[in-house]
């Protein structure tokens, strides 16, 4: 399935938004508040993510996005870089058991050749193994960055067709869409990032042209379901025009 764009069709929406993306931002802060290790953030992290599949799954999302690593990150200290990656490892050994028990199918989206082998045999068996769940497909960006995912994207297209380096002008949002990392899912419907901070930070940022954005102060490995409801239900409150006026969603077609 080719990816739909919010900015040439206006999408069916509904109060559950059926694709979530969240950037789990806190677990550094989350630690040094505790007077612990950065390290021991990112492990309380992944019952965080535990606990987030579960409730989007419970909840009828479709799609959750899980921003892990970002191709940004390997400038943060080679120490904490070094348990990201044991983390992922340990993760995806451990938990992809769970996985198929709950329906979800796994997709990792990134870079991934910059990972060591034994991760990418890990990757690769882990999205194997849930290929045909459907109750939830949760992808896990890693080493991704969203004008990485762009720049892929044309290089892609461009090999397939060079006829378009002479025809700019054929160029256009449909020839593109299927060329993107996360071509099999709908945009967004609602972003969500912890911690405090207001940014996007590279993430999806063709994705995430009409999606309502969420900010929360709550570190990511204090989010659980109450949170995702608070998320759901600020959500639910939005007018979502795509382009149209108020009038327009009240003035039946």
């Known amino acids: 399935m080719s990816q739909i764009s919010?900015?040439?069709?206006?999408?069916?929406?509904?109060?559950?938004?059926?694709?979530?993306?969240?950037?789990?931002?806190?677990?550094?802060?989350?630690?040094?508040?505790?007077?612990l290790p950065r390290t021991a953030g990112h492990v309380r992290g992944v019952q965080a993510v535990r606990r987030a599949v579960e409730a989007c799954g419970h909840r009828g999302v479709e799609y959750l996005t899980l921003f892990a690593f970002s191709s940004?990150?390997?400038?943060?200290?080679?120490?904490?870089?070094?348990?990201?990656?044991?983390?992922?490892?340990?993760?995806?050994?451990?938990?992809?058991?769970?996985?198929v028990a709950q329906g979800v199918r796994l997709r990792i989206v990134g870079d991934l050749g910059a990972?060591?082998?034994?991760?990418?045999?890990?990757?690769?068996?882990?999205?194997?193994?849930?290929?045909?769940?459907?109750?939830?497909?949760?992808?896990?960006?890693?080493?991704?960055?969203?004008?990485?995912?762009?720049l892929q994207a044309m290089q892609a297209l461009l090999k397939a067709h060079p006829e378009m380096a002479e025809h700019p002008e054929q160029l256009d949002e449909d020839a593109l869409n299927p060329w993107l990392a996360m071509a099999y899912a709908p945009e967004p419907d609602l972003f969500i990032r912890t911690?405090?901070?207001?940014?996007?930070?590279?993430?999806?940022?063709?994705?995430?042209?009409?999606?309502?954005?969420?900010?929360?102060?709550?570190?990511?490995?204090?989010?659980?379901?109450?949170?995702?409801?608070?998320?759901?239900?600020?959500y639910a409150d939005r007018e979502r025009r795509f382009g149209r006026t108020s009038e327009q969603l009240r003035t039946p077609t």
């Not at 200290?77 to 050994?93: D, Y």
């Not at 194997?128 to 991704?144: C, D, H, P, W």
């Not at 993430?203 to 995702?228: H, S, V």
């Open 195 to 234: 911690g405090g901070e207001q940014r996007i930070s590279n993430f999806l940022i063709w994705q995430l042209a009409y999606t309502e954005l969420y900010f929360t102060d709550c570190y990511w490995p204090d989010f659980g379901a109450a949170q995702i409801d608070q998320a759901f239900a600020w």
């Open 6 to 35: 919010s900015t040439r069709t206006i999408p069916v929406t509904g109060r559950i938004p059926r694709h979530v993306a969240i950037i789990m931002d806190g677990n550094g802060r989350w630690a040094t508040q505790r007077k």
């Open 115 to 150: 990972f060591d082998a034994k991760l990418r045999r890990l990757i690769d068996e882990a999205e194997q193994r849930t290929e045909q769940q459907s109750t939830l497909t949760l992808t896990i960006a890693a080493n991704y960055g969203g004008r990485w995912d762009i």
């Open 72 to 99: 940004e990150n390997w400038r943060r200290p080679a120490q904490e870089v070094s348990l990201l990656m044991r983390l992922f490892v340990r993760t995806l050994e451990r938990e992809v058991d769970k996985l």
